[in-house]
């Protein structure tokens, strides 16, 4: 059973295209993160929301407690967005977080 | 702040030999994290530290994994014997206060591979 699961699994895009990527949930949360890793590399958090949404730049994150799911937006998307992005949830004792599989994205110039 | 800082960022071992991981998270986060990271399952989490007490090492995968924190800014992750199926990228994060409210922060990974 999987706590996050993500779509797509693998993405490719054209420079300068939009990009979503879904996150859905079954467990109760307090928060939801979204995290970037480029290849070979370390992890970096983008975002953390509980409600509502959130932009940094060209990247923009939405979250329904309701309906239990998250988007990812990407606007103007550009080469060196390529990466991972992995959603993330705490388990309920915060003990944890709850990996999706994560989204290998791939913007071609 | 550095960031969370992971040592060594890659270490190649034969089978059979003792691995230290070594992980400084943080300054002010009381909570750390042990991750795995491979192909096949992703992120898995191998032990939580709070207030450098383990709270949970349930994904330990057995007795050849250790992990301490004897202090809030130093921690490690001990293989002894390591194996082949070991071989993946080791995170360490930190956050304030666990993972509910609070954001986590990533190290840079160590990779090992063991031969």
């Known amino acids: 059973k999987n706590e996050v699961e993500q779509s797509p699994q693998n993405l490719t895009a054209q420079e300068g295209e939009f990009i979503t990527i879904n996150c859905s949930y079954s467990?109760?949360?307090?928060?939801l993160h979204w995290l970037q890793q480029h290849p070979g590399g370390g992890i970096v958090s983008l975002f953390m929301?509980?409600?509502g949404k959130k932009k940094h730049g060209r990247l923009i994150a939405t979250i329904n407690i309701q309906e239990k799911h998250s988007s990812l937006h990407i606007t103007a998307s550009h080469p060196r967005d390529s990466a991972v992005y992995i959603c993330?949830?705490?388990?309920?004792?915060?003990?944890?977080?709850?990996f999706g599989t994560g989204t290998s994205l791939t913007v071609i110039p | 702040d550095a960031g969370v800082i992971q040592s060594p960022r890659h270490e190649v071992t034969e089978m059979g030999q003792e691995v230290t991981l070594r992980c400084k998270p943080i300054?002010?986060?009381?909570?750390l994290f042990w991750y795995r990271q491979t192909m096949m399952r992703g992120l898995e989490l191998l032990i939580y530290?709070?207030?450098?007490?383990?709270?949970?090492d349930s994904g330990m995968p057995e007795d050849r994994f250790s992990a301490k924190m004897p202090n809030a800014s130093f921690s490690t992750l001990k293989i002894q014997p390591s194996e082949p199926r070991d071989s993946a990228v080791y995170f360490c994060?930190?956050?304030?206060?666990?993972?509910?409210?609070?954001?986590?922060?990533f190290g840079q990974g160590t990779r090992l591979t063991v031969v």
């Open positions: 994060a930190s956050s304030l206060q666990g993972a509910l409210i609070t954001e986590a922060f």
């Open positions: 300054s002010g986060h009381n909570s």
């Open positions: 530290f709070n207030n450098n007490v383990p709270i949970d």
């Open positions: 929301l509980s409600s």
């Open positions: 993330a949830v705490p388990s309920n004792t915060g003990n944890q977080f709850y």
């Open positions: 467990v109760g949360i307090s928060a």
